[in-house]
Structures are given as structure tokens and as C-alpha cells.
């Protein structure tokens, strides 16, 4: 295998490491997208009642590559810091997610056409919502899954390895199920330190004439609707097209096709193989000539950030406007994501009463991180009727706000991305 992983790892150390050289590439030095300031970890918030004490944050820089193109945080957190072990890991098989899984199924069977005895791999598998769909189109399938929630899968009838996939996982499930046709990675390349090791794994799982495919946020996608807020420590790397062929051309892997997908606010689908196994469609040129025509090199990102902060000043102006009228507002759910915007935009309890999560949420009974806001059960929103809510899934927003009122919450509703908006 080919020793591409050069910098040091964060894993099982405790603490962080700094990005000095592109994680992909390996060039230096990079050039500065945009800084959000320090942010706290996700995942650990603290109960409500609870005095604030000292609590670690991490600097949320984004950097772009000037060689391979790639965007990338230039801080990398030990994993066992965002993923502490009581993290809610969470399936989230959403509607818009089992509806995606359903149709990359269908989408992948254009491309490759998978026998009964053809093995299908996701990694990162979760519950196995994807791999369903390929065992009921008559396939053999199996998970990898590092979290618990693989063991629901396995109760589902869904095969499904506890552990963390790399070299040893992927010789231990070829050996065991043989090469796979299909293997398949959603969210996983963006969260993975060694990424190197993960490409080199798959072509070690992969059958001669396999067929790689491979969901991520999609770069284009942030920067069109200004998405900053899906920007931290858990996604190492935001992806274009051309950083990501880049890095799978580095292996002898070619991309083959490519989609955009309406999943996690705009993410990309991204096929490759063996160069030369499969004939190229023409979705990948056109993709990359989008993104060339769009510019998202670091000059033009520079407009980005100039975007980025407006967003806030007039966030922070239609919520000044509000509170002088002595107007409530409470957030509307508790992503990650939510996080980096509260914490970025500097939204503290004065401003923001509470956040609500549906009943069952782990996060109820908590403060949102870095602050002493609230999480509490959105029950309380039709009891209250707030003047205003602030929608933190934004992303979702027209799937969100037929369902509030439904239920009954007769308030305005703040959509706080691309551009600050009272819909
Ligand atoms: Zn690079």
C-alpha cells in the first residue's frame, strides 16, 4: 500500500492535531478560507442546572488546497472527543434519507448489474437501511458499522461487522464473503482521519470489475446556500467533485458518474471504478465545468466569506429588531449544526429563550453547547406560542414548518440561511 497518510494521527490521543499540509495532497502551504471562531464540542452538553466550568473549544478554520482543491478544517479533533461513549448515535433514517438509499439502489443497477451471488458492502452501514434495498433486489449484502446501532441491523436480518473498516476489516470480509461488486460509503469520507488507507481498503474489498460509490456533502452545495453551519469537527473535509476524483485518481480509481442529491441540504453522488472498467458518462464533465464555472478555488472563496459574514450581521439585526419589541424566540431543533450557527452567530439565552427537540430526544434537558440555552420538548411550543421561532434545521425548513403548523404554533418563522428571513 502506498504510504499517503503522512501526518500524524489525532485518534486515541486525547487531544487535537493541526492541519499544517493538505490531507490529501500532502502540499503546503494552505490558503485561509474563513474562521468561525473557537467552537465547543458538539456532543457534550452539559444538564441544565448545572454551573458552566471549564470546558475545551476548537478552532474552527477552513482552509482550501491550492494543489488539489480540496476543503478542509485545519484542526483535527481526536474522535473520542466528539464521539464520547454515551454520543446519541442516532440511525437517522429520515424519509428523505430511506427515499435517497432507495433510489442509489436503483440508480447503481443502471450502472452495474448485480446477480444474486453479487456481494454488496456499505461501510459506515448504520441500521442498514441501504443495504435493504439491495437485499430485497436479491443480493447478498453486508455492514460495517463502528457504532451499536449495527447490532439493530442484525436484528433486522441485515449481516452486519461491529468495528471500524480499514486494511484488517476489509482482508477479514473478502476473505470471509469474497470481493464485492458494489461498496458503498454515505458520510463516511468526510468524517475519516486516514482517508488514504480507507480508498486502499475498499480497492483491497473490491471485485476486479466493482463499482465504488460514495455520498458526501457536497462543496458547491454549502457555498451556494452559504451552509457555514455544517462546518465542524466532525467533517475533516468538504468535497467538490475535482477534490474527490483528485483523491481517487491517486489510487487508480476513475469517477464514472455523478449526481447531486437533495440529502443533509445538498450532498453529491459520486461513482467510480477501476480506470478503465466502465465507460465515463457525461454527468461528470458537466459537474466538473459547474463547479470551474462557479469557482471554488480560494480566490472565490474569499466571496464566501464575505457572504458568511453578512448572514450574521443581519441575523443578529432581524433578532435585535425583534427583542426590542420585547418578542420571544425559541430555535427549532438541536443538530449539530445548530451549534456551529448559535455559537458563530453568538446567540446566547438572552436572545434565544430555549431550543425545543421532539419528545425522546437525548438532548432535552440539556444546554445547547457553549451556552446556557436550553434544549426542552417542543410540546412546550404549542402551550407558549412564542411570537417567533428560529428554524436550526433551515435545511428542511419547508418540511418543518407545514408540521409545526399542524400541530398548532401560530408564530412567525425565522429562516436563518442563505439570507436571514422571516417566512
Ligand atoms: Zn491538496
Known sequence: MAVLDTAPLAAHTGASVVVERCQVCDHAPLSQVLFLGYLPPVNQMRTIGQLPREQPAYPALVLSC????????????????????????????????????AELYEESQTIVSMGPQDLAVDIGSNDGTLLGNFQRGGHRVQGIEPSQVGNLANQRGIPTTIGFFGRALAEQTRKQHGPAKIVTATNVFAHIEH???IVESILLLMDENGVFVSESHYLLALVEMLQYDTI???HLRHYSLQSLQYLLQMHGLEVIHARRIPTHGGSIRVYAARAGAYPVRPSVGEILMNEAAAGLDAEHLRTFKDRVVQSKLELYGLLRDIKRHGHRVYGIGAPSRASTLINYVGLDDGILDCVLEIAGS???????????IPVMEESRLYKDQPEYVLLLSWHIADE??????QKGYKGKYICPLPTPEIV
Open 66 to 101: 491550492p494543489r488539489c482543491s480540496l476543503v478542509q478544517l485545519g484542526l483535527i479533533v481526536d474522535k473520542e472527543i466528539l464521539f464520547p461513549p454515551d454520543y446519541p448515535y442516532t440511525s437517522g433514517t429520515t424519509k428523505i434519507l430511506r427515499d435517497n438509499f
Open 195 to 197: 482517508i488514504h488507507e
Open 232 to 234: 465542524y469537527h466532525e
Open 362 to 372: 437525548l438532548k432535552i434537558g440539556k444546554y445547547m453547547p457553549g451556552t446556557l
Open 400 to 405: 418543518l414548518i407545514p408540521k409545526l403548523r
